[in-house]
């Protein structure tokens, strides 16, 4: 009778086996593709944006052509944004855009993107409130680039006041962070690396506040490599662009030798 119950249940096993896993109920079964963009809409509304991307997915696989695929791509990518998942968003945004190059929203694939990794914040950073001028500069340069696409592609589109303001406080961070690493090569003595980091800075952040102390550090290293051409060219420029700087009202020590000794103590 022991061995008669053995073989029974391995018989019964067998047969699972056969037979495979139970068929996932599938609630979009005979559904229109109107009705499962309709679904995913719903779900978007009630917040349940990981439901909404499946109903999203399995609209796009089964009906890849019709006029529901694109914007639920799009709107695929819409659902990442809102779970924060910003490299998923911009991964949808972007297959977006090669798909659907010339479609009458693909400038809002461009503003997700920037939004996508604009909004991207870290556990650490909440905890410690960090600066966003202290973050890793890729991912606001990649946030900056995404913006500027929009603008410099759809200048007419809705998205370009908002994404502009963006694009000033993304400058401004980025100017702010190539100076602080400035301020760490000056300290260090390292005036050659802290000259370059402020010429990135004026080239490609020549609107930024930061330029005015930019100029600044530029001068100091020059005096300190003993470079007095390159120090009065630039000493020229700030003259010109900021008379009333603090290097130029007589705030500054009279003697340009210790023109590092005042920058730093500024700080």
Known sequence: MKYILILMFA???NGCA?????TEFDDTKGMT???IYEEGQAKMRDKDYEKAIVYFGKLESRYPNGRFAAQAQLETAYAYYKK????????AAERFIKLHPNHANVDYAYYLKGLAVFNERGMLEKITKQQISDRDPRALHDSFVSFKDLVTR????????????RMIYLA?????HELDVARYYMKRQAYIAAVNRTKYALEYYPSTPAIEEALVIMIS????????????DTLRILKTNYPDSAILTGKAPSDERVWWKFWESLY
Request: hydrophobic share 40%; glycine share 4%.
């Open 11 to 13: 018989l019964l096993l």
């Open 18 to 22: 056969l037979f495979g896993k139970p």
């Open 33 to 35: 593709a109107e009705r």
């Open 84 to 91: 924060e998942e910003p490299i998923l968003c911009v991964a």
């Open 154 to 165: 759809y200048p007419n589109s809705r998205y370009v006041k908002d994404a502009t303001q």
């Open 172 to 176: 401004n961070a980025l100017a702010d």
């Open 221 to 232: 290293a020059y005096d300190l490599l003993g470079l007095e051409d390159l120090k009065n």
